[in-house]
C-alpha cells in the first residue's frame, strides 16, 4: 500500500466525515477497503440513531461483514479520520482486519496509543497493522471547525434577547 493510496481513501474517510457534521455530530468517518474496493462505509451517528455505538467504525466493520458476508474480514483495511476508541479498536481485534489507518490522533480517548494501546497489546490474540498521521492535519482541523462552530453557537444562543 503506497503513501499516495492511503492519502486517496483518508480523503474519501473525510468526505463521510462531513456527513456527520451535517448532521450535527461530531465530523468522523470511516471506509473499509477490501481488494481495492470499498467494502464498509460510516460516520459518526450515536446522537441521530440514539446508539452510544454508532461511531464511523463500527458503521464501517459492520456493512464489510454483510458484504463479505462473513464477520472475520481478513486483509481489510480500515481508514478512519480520527484515532479509533476502546469500543472500536477491540471490534478491530474482533473482525480481523489486517490494518489501520487513522488521521489525527485523539488524546482523550485514543486507543491506539494515545491514552491506551488496544490494538499494539503484545497479549492481544490479533496484532493489526497501524499507521497514523495521515492526513492528520485535515483531519484534526475538520474537529477543531466544528466544535469553534459549536462553541460560537451556544455564544451566540446565550446572547440573543428571549
Ligand atoms: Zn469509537
Redesign the pocket.
Known sequence: MTDQQDQYWMRYALQLAQRAWQAGEVP?GAVLVHDDRIIGEGWNRPIGQHDP?A????MALRQGGQALQNYRLLDATLYVTLE??????G?MVHSRIGRLVFGANDEK?G?AGSLLNVLGHPGMNHQVQVSSGILAQECAALLSDFFRMRREQKKARRSAPL
Do not use: R, S
Open positions: 468522523v455505538t461511531h464511523a467504525e463500527i479509533p476508541c476502546t469500543m472500536c479498536a471490534a480517548t486507543a
